[in-house]
């Protein structure tokens, strides 16, 4: 393991939220021409696990649609 401070890189929450939300208006994008709702719902469900690691609210780039469609899946 190296410990040189140098070679620390900085996430920024910001910085992440807007990488989460262009890869996830690209799939939507995309996505709008499928009818798979559990493509969508999955691909919803690995953004927000990505997001909620680093600290970003899904909510913050999610459309309200899928995270309702988050929400009934999980109960």
Known sequence: ???NVTDIKPWFRDDIARTLMSIY???AANGS???DNE???GF???LS???LAVGVNPESFLAPEDIQR???TSR
């Open 49 to 51: 696990s990505v997001a």
């Open 25 to 27: 208006f690209a799939s």
């Open 44 to 46: 919803a469900a690995a």
């Open 33 to 35: 021409q499928r009818t």
């Open 70 to 72: 988050l929400r009934s």
């Open 39 to 41: 493509y969508r719902v």
């Open 1 to 3: 393991m190296n410990n």
